[in-house]
Nanobody
Framework: QVQLVESGGGLVQAGGSLRLSCVASGSVFSMNVMGWYRQAPGKQRELVAA???????NYADSVKGRFTISRDGIKNTVDLRMNSLKPEDTAVYYC???????????????WGQGTQVTVSS
């Protein structure tokens, strides 16, 4: 059983910084991609940033230059450092992982429960 456990988030003023962390616990045979998505009220869930097992990164245009994603392939963790936060960054942020829990299985898509980020103006 794989679980994604998120930490971080909270309330911050515009221009401030926050750090989100996520760890994949349980049986992880191989990790393909880890990343963060967000969903604001009334909007669809969107990709924020992702990092592959080869350390290639992908960012939404709206966060380029402000957010940095990093991962630890040994610990199966992914962090999102968010700087220069704006009110429009307010959303529930979800950790995502594409991984194989055992040899010959998957890869499958897993989601965390989400953590609220609120940026006040």
């Amino acid at each position: 059983q794989v679980q994604l456990v998120e930490s971080g988030g909270g309330l911050v003023q515009a221009g401030g910084s926050l750090r989100l962390s996520c760890v994949a616990s349980g049986s992880v045979f191989s990790m393909n991609v880890m990343g963060w998505y967000r969903q604001a009220p009334g909007k669809q869930r969107e990709l924020v940033a992702a990092v592959t097992s080869g350390s290639s990164t992908n960012y939404a245009d709206s966060v380029k230059g402000r957010f940095t994603i990093s991962r630890d392939g040994i610990k199966n963790t992914v962090d999102l450092r968010m700087n220069s936060l704006k009110p429009e960054d307010t959303a529930v942020y979800y950790c995502n992982a594409v991984l194989s829990p055992k040899s010959g299985l998957g890869p499958y898509n897993y989601w965390g429960q989400g953590t609220q980020v609120t940026v006040s103006s």
